[in-house]
């Protein structure tokens, strides 16, 4: 299994572009997790998924979307790309329960 | 609501020296607790897992925790730290029926030789 991977591993964005962050696990796990990631803040949540269609706001979701058209697949969506989002962002499946999550190796992105 | 609180941002430990790094946490129910590491530039790897019976767990690399209910915490232990070790550790929180596990800020690990 090569687990969750994640592309682009990095990325610099201009003010205002848009991008889709790529996140596939092979797993067959049901949730599916983004975060992002900035120096001494922990794991923030943006959006998650508990199956193929349902999506809900994490705690930090403002500027991004995401979609769950396949258990696979759980791509998010930058649409009008601030420097604020410049971190790392981070994908995780889990099993269906409160259980381990499984990570992918992150996308470091900059917006300038 | 549930919480994890990492008091510690960063520990500094001597290579050989014995190391534990701090987890409390508030759960309404049974917890389920978890420690990840994030070596740099990587992603999050999970150490070990608590989610009921022995309240000592062995987890990966020479790690353990131990889960104590009284205290609410869930603290991590390594006998013997190694240079490897320096990394920024996870502590976690979750339980049934809830499907978003709490992360705490993280506490980073640097072993002097």
């Known amino acids: 299994n090569a687990g969750v991977t994640q592309t682009p591993k990095f990325r610099i964005l201009k003010i205002g572009q848009s991008m889709t962050l790529q996140c596939t696990q092979d797993m067959n796990h049901n949730y599916m997790y983004w975060y992002r990631q900035d120096p001494g803040m922990g794991l923030k949540l943006i959006y998650y998924s508990v199956g193929a269609g349902i999506t809900d706001k994490g705690e930090v979701p403002n500027g991004y979307n995401v979609s769950r058209s396949t258990t696979e697949d759980f791509p998010l969506r930058l649409e009008l790309a601030a420097p604020s989002q410049t971190s790392v962002y981070f994908c995780?499946?889990?099993?269906?329960?409160?259980?381990?999550?499984?990570f992918g190796p992150g996308t470091r992105l900059t917006v300038t | 609501a549930q919480s994890v609180t990492q008091p510690d941002i960063h520990i500094t430990v001597s290579e050989g020296a014995s190391l534990e790094l701090r987890c409390n946490y508030s759960?309404?129910?049974?917890?389920?607790l978890f420690w990840y590491v994030q070596s740099p530039g990587q992603g999050l790897q999970l150490l070990l897992k608590y989610f009921s019976g022995d309240t000592l767990v062995q987890g990966i690399k020479g790690f353990e925790a131990e889960f104590k209910r009284s205290q609410s915490s869930f603290n991590l232990r390594k006998p013997s730290v190694h240079w490897s070790d320096a990394a920024e550790y996870f502590c976690?929180?979750?339980?049934?029926?809830?499907?978003?596990?709490?992360f705490g800020r993280g506490t980073s690990l640097i072993v002097h030789p």
């Open positions: 759960y309404g129910a049974t917890p389920y």
């Open positions: 976690a929180v979750g339980g049934e029926g809830s499907y978003i596990p709490t």
């Open positions: 995780a499946s889990s099993p269906p329960s409160a259980g381990q999550e499984y």
